[in-house]
């Protein structure tokens, strides 16, 4: 993955210089450790500034909703689906779209970084499988797979499903993990157990909407909490309104979410909103067999409709 | 200068006996992180913090604030009348506030508390606060204070700075405020001979850890339409999704939304913090938004506290230095970086490079 860099600067030059896209949207470094910053590259000169390492964990897609010009992406796997789910739902055509496929092997969860050293992080390195966190009085190398973001631990999309040019050879897709064994834990719970569950995961939301507006499928013109004739949801901390936005906003993204992570790397709190839309992906899944973002030809099954839909869960 | 010397064994005796006669607020850890609380009877203020998550501009002004009640029942005779809320106004005090944070109270203040208006929600609970500071040893690499208006070891704004020395704290009454709450707590043992030494050359070497600054010493002479019209808003804003976290973590941060909740007969009218990164906050009633745009949203929030609030009140930048944003924006949008391109953005540079190009 260390080489990605150099590769990625070295497309989004050529594409610029043959000007095949206006822009190449990528990452370029941050100000602050494990943080980098959604960029777009205009000229071939500017191509060095993109970089890749771990801690690419927003989803680019994000950038492209309904966008006129013609773009070079750079997409790892679940940002390339849900660019294909942005293009089944006519928010960017296929041939505005130059993807530049990033193989990848999970993002870094710099909450968990930070947990795991005394002091302030003031440097970071990282080598394939390894980061090295640095600050003063201190220096320690944490192997990658200890601190990936949660969705990237349990990802089984690793590679981009739809890419024009791709950085480097397909890694290998995990096996073996469970991607929803954090459902089936709330699952088993009680009702009166779940209520707290829910209530201590959402205690600390300030209502920023970070992770709403990381999130490349809340691209409504005017999302529901906002809108103001009528008001559906107040605007206080009364936690009736705070569930009220968790929970539809989950449900917005039924058959649509693709477990990207951008939610939870946006938020600046915390919290683990993942808990919400993984339970719909889940159900989609059982219902349905559906993985969003996966193919170009089949629409998700909550926009269409079959005769033989399940209906068991209608009681 | 008075210097007064606690034994952190005796910090418990004290802060139980403030919880007498005050509601005493400090830093807990809550979730891996720290945020200010009110201290329970048990509680403790924890000071292995370099500083809490979000600022305790909410001790004073909370994110929801219930300021009327009303009753719409024609029946009742106070029909249709604003009643208000009553307010907790029982001293408070806030143990271990930083001084970056303590300045953006009398900063927020030129706002609520002017000659002509005054916000009576925020004033009553500002008076009735006292603020113990606790300086900084170790800043972080994204504090900049020294270079906006305070230091780690800055006082404006606090009634009491404490300075953590080993097995004790140092503790410097700064306002009579100050003072009265330290002989509550009963910390009167005068520190020895060499505390005021010792203190200044802990600033020192606090102050040599900040390694960020802004400059807006050019800001204030330009124009405000220079500044608003320059051309580099769009490319900063590129990143920006607008939520609401830099504005909602910012102990300077002011601005609000009122609204009326009617539940049958019977409603409250409150404020919220409102956020100037979403297009609801300029939102008319007309349906006209003057601020479609995000970079214009990005745009009025460094403007406002850069450009906008340094001409108003002549009095520094609405900022003080915490950092809070540049660690928490989602995207990396960093108030430091931007301060500066402003601060060195030359129009006449701007212009040649157009008529060149």
Not at chain 2, 25 to 48: Q, T
Not at chain 2, 269 to 284: E, G, I, V, Y
Request: hydrophobic share 35%; charged share 25%; net charge negative.
């Amino acid at each position: 993955m260390t080489g990605y860099t150099e590769k990625i600067r070295e497309i989004a030059a050529r594409l610029l210089t043959e000007g095949k896209v206006d822009r190449v949207i990528g990452f370029r470094k941050g100000t602050v450790p494990m943080m980098n910053q959604p960029h777009y590259v205009t000229s071939p000169a500017m191509a060095v500034e993109l970089i890749w390492d771990s801690h690419c964990g927003l989803n680019l897609a994000n950038y492209v909703t309904d966008s006129k010009e013609r773009i070079g992406i750079v997409a790892k796997g679940c940002d390339s689906r849900n660019l294909v789910t942005h293009i089944i739902e006519n928010k960017i055509k296929r041939d505005q779209l130059v993807i530049i496929g990033v193989p990848c092997t999970g993002m870094v969860d710099r909450n968990k970084v930070c947990a795991r050293v005394e002091g302030e992080i003031t440097s970071v390195e990282e080598t394939d499988d390894a980061i090295t966190v640095s600050g003063n009085g201190f220096s320690k190398t944490i192997a990658k797979t200890d601190v990936l973001r949660e969705n990237c631990a349990v990802c089984t999309h690793r590679n981009p499903v739809i890419h024009d040019e791709m950085v480097g050879e397909p890694v290998a897709e995990q096996t073996g993990v469970d991607a929803y064994a954090s459902v089936k834990k709330v699952e088993a719970l009680s009702p009166e157990e779940k209520w707290n569950y829910f209530e201590d995961l959402i205690s600390t939301c300030i209502r920023c909407y970070a992770c709403r507006n990381a999130c490349p499928l809340c691209y409504c013109p005017t999302c529901f909490v906002d809108e103001s004739r009528p008001q559906w949801v107040g605007k206080s901390q009364d936690p009736i309104d705070v569930r009220t936005f968790h929970l539809l906003r989950a449900y917005h993204c039924a058959g649509r979410c693709t477990d990207c992570g951008a939610c939870e790397t946006a938020c600046p709190m915390g919290i683990k909103v993942r808990e919400f839309t993984k339970k719909l992906n889940k159900d989609c899944f059982e219902l349905y067999g559906w993985e969003a973002g996966l193919t170009l030809d089949k629409r998700p099954p909550l926009d269409v409709y079959k005769t033989d839909d399940p209906d068991d869960f209608i009681r | 200068m008075k210097l007064i010397k606690i034994d952190k064994k005796s910090l418990k005796e004290g802060i139980d006996k403030l919880k007498r006669t005050h509601s005493v607020f400090g830093p807990v850890r809550e979730k891996d992180e720290f945020e200010f609380k009110a201290l329970g009877d048990a509680d403790m203020p924890d000071f292995s913090f370099s500083n809490t998550r979000m600022s305790p501009k909410a001790i004073v002004y909370p994110q929801t604030q219930l300021m009327f009640t009303y009753s719409l029942n024609d029946a009742d005779d106070d029909c249709r009348i604003l009643k208000e809320v009553p307010m907790d106004e029982r001293p408070r005090a806030v143990i271990g506030i930083r001084p970056c944070d303590a300045l953006a109270f009398p900063l927020v203040r030129r706002n609520f508390d002017t000659p002509e208006y005054q916000d009576t929600f925020w004033v009553r609970t500002y008076e009735a606060t006292t603020f113990v500071g606790l300086a900084c040893n170790e800043p972080c690499a994204t504090c900049f204070c020294t270079s906006a208006g305070t230091g780690p070891f800055g006082k404006e704004g606090l009634d009491v700075l404490l300075v953590e020395d080993g097995d004790d704290f140092f503790a410097e009454p700064l306002t009579p405020k100050g003072e009265s709450l330290l002989e509550t707590a009963g910390w009167t043992t005068e520190a020895g001979g060499g505390a005021e030494e010792k203190i200044t050359s802990m600033a020192a070497a606090a102050n040599e850890h900040i390694t960020s600054a802004v400059s807006f010493d050019n800001i204030k002479k330009r124009e405000i339409l220079e500044l608003y019209d320059a051309p580099f808003w769009e490319e900063e804003a590129i990143s920006c999704i607008n939520c609401g976290t830099c504005t909602y973590v910012c102990p300077t941060c002011w601005c609000f939304d009122i609204q009326d909740e009617t539940f049958g007969k019977s409603g409250v009218r409150m404020r919220n913090w409102d956020s100037c990164m979403s297009p609801l906050f300029t939102l008319h009633a007309s349906g006209h938004n003057p601020r479609t745009k995000k970079h214009e949203r990005v745009r009025q929030r460094f403007m406002h506290k850069l450009k906008y609030y340094v001409d108003k009140y002549d009095n520094g930048i609405q900022c003080v230095g915490c950092g809070r944003c540049v660690r928490l924006c989602p995207v990396n949008i960093d108030i430091r970086s931007i301060c500066n391109k402003m601060n060195n953005f030359d129009p006449e540079a701007c212009k040649c490079e157009v008529a060149s190009s």
